[in-house]
């Protein structure tokens, strides 16, 4: 199986900074990356694929990079919205596996 | 629009059962491949298994092999899961979750479901 290893588990950040999340695989995946964006008592919402491409209708801010096994989110101005759990996903292969999330709390 | 209903959790006693389902509307269903990903209380995600669009292809984690079976009734537009001989560590929320290419095994799941709940408890 992939092995998805993410870090930070937990961050604290204000309105306005920047924050960057890694992701890394055990292997390698090429682009097959998604990061889900998680909300209190919410299912996952996709905001990146392909490890890079934004999906419709998420802000410009998010943006996402890497190939192979080493992977980032960033998110370049943090808005209170954005408070809330990260995953990466991996869907070279099956079992797909997940990251163990970033939770991204108010400082 | 698109849209999943999972429905069927509940609370249930350890080793009995229980079947899933996930009703999929405003896309062709027969045409994508659809996930079940779960979470327990307080913790993160996890894939659990999967079925082609065309019923022809599964898997699953190997936690839930031999208990779980995953079907759909491309007909009724719907995707199951039966659980067997359920234990503690399966309580979480059960997510349906659809791969966004058609006729494609593999892809970043553009569309998930509201969750159900099922709690395996004495």
């Known amino acids: 199986d992939i092995q998805m290893t993410q870090s930070p588990s937990s961050l604290s950040a204000s309105v306005g900074d920047r924050v960057t999340i890694t992701c890394r695989a055990s292997?390698?995946?090429?682009?097959?990356l998604v990061w889900f964006q998680q909300r209190p008592g919410k299912a996952p919402k996709s905001l990146i694929y392909a490890a890079s491409n934004l999906q419709s209708g998420v802000p410009s801010r998010f943006s996402g990079s890497g190939s192979g096994t080493d992977f980032t989110l960033t998110i370049s101005s943090l808005q209170p919205e954005d408070f809330a759990t990260y995953y990466c996903?991996?869907?070279?292969?099956?079992?797909?596996?997940f990251g163990g999330g970033t939770k991204v709390e108010i400082k | 629009q698109v849209q999943l209903v999972e429905s069927g959790g509940g609370v249930v006693q350890p080793g009995r059962s229980l079947r899933l389902s996930c009703a999929a509307s405003?896309?062709?269903?027969?045409?994508?491949?659809m996930n079940w990903v779960r979470q327990a209380p307080g913790k993160g995600l996890e894939w659990v298994a999967v079925?082609?669009?065309?019923?022809?292809?599964?898997y699953y984690t190997e936690s839930v092999k031999g208990r779980f079976t995953i079907s759909r009734d491309n007909s009724e537009n719907t995707l199951y899961l039966q659980m067997n001989s359920l234990r503690p560590e399966d309580t979480a929320i059960y997510y349906c979750a659809k791969v966004p290419y058609p006729q494609a095994l593999y892809g970043a799941f553009d569309m998930w479901g509201q969750g159900t709940m099922v709690t395996v408890s004495s």
């Open positions: 405003g896309f062709t269903f027969r045409d994508y491949t």
């Open positions: 079925k082609s669009y065309d019923g022809s292809t599964e």
């Open positions: 292997q390698g995946i090429n682009n097959f």
């Open positions: 996903q991996q869907y070279k292969r099956y079992p797909l596996t």
